[in-house]
């Protein structure tokens, strides 16, 4: 390989358009804005790219399973076309849960909490499995999946429900279960955030967060998942945007360290994969550091991918400079291009073709079994928090319900919420429903049509989505409790909604708002199925947060 090509295969960009060689004349613009190409076709060719990332919304790159297969294949034509024909690794975040990018016609399935709520092994690794091996039809074969993060603080703005709890050796035991799964089905898991950015009040997109951990919290809280994943054998490793001032007090974020990257990562937790950065783009690695050098301090510090540079031409010439002028030696690129080669081989992408077919597609994409296993595993995930009086489940003769509240998008369907979602399944257990979206900031008028339209139901099913202190849902919540009417509460992202809602009788917690977790929700709430899941964090008392209201473990039963 030439050394533009070595170099070449370190980077994972972004890209627009749902064509590798023919996308719209807006995502052709937009390419040429921001990449300097037209197309990804071009975009291989110009920099003899390794891989790229699909994304959905705002890259244009996922409409439906068969146009994803027909992008990647036209991604691999373009790297086979190179003079030096190494096929892409083609990389995505389907993490599921609130985090996916290949949506309608694949499995949803829950995301990580859920699955930390139902605290089945078997149900993480089958999760896995199915997720990976409608990923490697579709022709990508790298998920940045699973969290490997420890979510300690409730406040945590980017992990949150993407982590499959509090307990460090429960996230370790679902971790490698995960890894197991996506790996046996030929897709290269990806463990992350190495060191951990479970204990965070900031993001990592937006500024750089401090973990104040002392050494040996990490090594209890955090370091346990990522052992676990190492030991399971996971493929790669991604690094977090974040200063660990107990692990390295240079105030570089991980991303950039050497000692965190080859001494704790590497010589520590004896790593030898893949060590892929988080995206490039976010400010967290951008604070000290021009684009010209942040990635070449991150493959100096140990990475070996460096993904969704903020400029990929800047990036690319900055890397290749310092190894022309020395400061990168060769023999270093060659350590990262050889794990990258190593582990295309690994998932088949060096023995023969690598195009995927449509008739794959069409067979494993939202195979029917799939959809019955992602169904039966929600059902043992909605944890049922509170039920004083036996409230729920609802009884035979309330069949007039209505459905309000909060109602987030789907994640890969802006068209599609939350609250009717909610009662189209209700609908479909034979229940009449009406229903109201109040949004997660109701005002005086939103309530007052809820309550008005509460008149003459059997039951009232209310959403909530990130309530605090100061929230207007809580208002909803009280007015609706005053009506007299049963009111059954659903909290569709965090579990932590109840410790501020006070007064109600029933209480679940479904850890997502897909279309999964709510089916999953309307058949506990209706009785079809018993409650299953427990607590996979605690809850803290919103009037006190040094005490506890629900501990994790918690989770209540139907008794016949």
């Known amino acids: 390989m030439s050394l533009e090509a070595k170099v070449g295969q370190l980077f994972v960009p972004y890209f627009y358009g749902a064509s590798a060689a023919s996308p719209s004349e807006a995502d052709q613009e937009r390419n040429l804005r921001e990449l300097g190409v037209r197309t990804v076709a071009e975009l291989v060719a110009k920099y003899h790219l390794g891989g790229v990332i699909l994304f959905s919304g705002w890259t244009n790159n996922i409409h439906d399973p068969r146009q994803v297969a027909e992008l990647t ?37 829950p995301g990580a909490m859920a699955l930390g709520a139902g605290g089945s092994l078997s149900d993480a690794r089958t999760a896995g499995r199915i997720s990976g091996t409608e990923l490697a039809a579709l022709g990508i074969h790298q998920n940045f999946a699973p969290v490997a993060d420890v979510n300690v603080n409730p406040a945590n703005p980017i992990i949150n ?31 992350k955030h190495f060191p951990g950015h479970g204990d965070t009040g900031q993001d990592s ?55 965190i990257l080859q001494g704790v990562l590497r010589g520590e937790l004896g790593f030898d994969g893949v ?39 800047v990036a690319y010439h900055g890397v ?89 998008a789907f994640p890969t369907d802006g068209a599609r919420s939350t609250v009717p979602e909610l009662a189209a399944a209700f609908e479909t257990l034979g229940f009449g429903t009406t229903h109201l979206v109040t949004g997660r900031t109701p005002d005086a008028a939103a309530v007052d049509a809820a309550v008005a339209a509460a008149r003459g139901r059997d039951a009232v099913v209310v959403t909530t989505d990130n309530v605090g202190p100061a929230s207007t849902q809580r208002t909803l919540v009280s007015r609706l409790l005053a009506t007299g009417v049963p009111v059954v509460h659903l909290a569709v992202r965090n579990p932590y909604d109840v410790a501020h809602l006070d007064g109600v009788r029933a209480s ?51 008794r016949r």
């Open 275 to 313: 060590i892929v950065t988080d995206a490039l783009n976010m400010a967290g690695v951008r604070t000290k550091y021009g684009d010209d050098r942040v990635p070449v301090l991150a493959l100096k510090a140990g990475a070996d991918q460096l993904l969704f540079p903020p400029d990929i031409d």
């Open 320 to 408: 290749l400079s310092a190894v022309r002028d020395g400061e990168i030696t060769e023999a270093r690129l060659d350590e990262s291009v050889l794990r990258i080669l190593r582990l295309k081989d690994k998932v088949g992408l060096l023995d023969g073709s690598p195009l995927t077919s449509p008739r794959e597609v069409g067979r494993v994409v939202g195979a029917r079994k799939h959809l019955l296993a992602a169904d039966r595993i929600a059902e043992r995930t909605t944890t049922l928090l509170v039920n004083e009086e036996g409230t729920l489940p609802l009884r035979r003769g309330q069949r007039k319900l209505l459905v309000v509240g909060a109602s987030p």
């Open 73 to 109: 294949n036209g991604v691999q034509r373009a790297s086979l076309a190179l003079p030096t024909p190494v096929p892409s690794l083609i990389s995505i975040d389907q993490e599921h849960g609130a985090n996916v990018r290949v949506g309608s016609g694949a499995t949803q399935l």
């Open 508 to 558: 679940l917690a479904s850890y997502c708002w897909t279309e999964v977790e709510l089916r999953a929700a309307a058949r506990v709430i209706a009785g079809r199925v018993g409650p299953r899941g427990t607590l996979p964090v605690p809850v803290q008392r919103a009037d006190d947060p040094a005490r506890v209201l629900f501990p994790a473990g918690h989770g209540l039963s139907y």
């Open 205 to 259: 997109h937006t500024e750089l967060p401090v973990i104040t951990h002392t050494r040996e919290e990490w090594d209890r809280i955090d370091a346990p998942p990522f052992r676990a994943a190492i030991a399971a054998g996971v493929d790669s490793i991604m690094t977090a945007h974040l200063q660990v001032p107990a692990l390295d007090p240079s105030n570089d974020p991980a991303t950039l360290s050497p000692t």
């Open 161 to 191: 429900i993407r982590s499959f709890g509090a307990d460090p050796r429960e996230v370790g035991r679902m971790v490698a279960a995960q890894v197991t799964g996506y790996q046996r089905a030929g897709v290269v898991a990806c463990a």
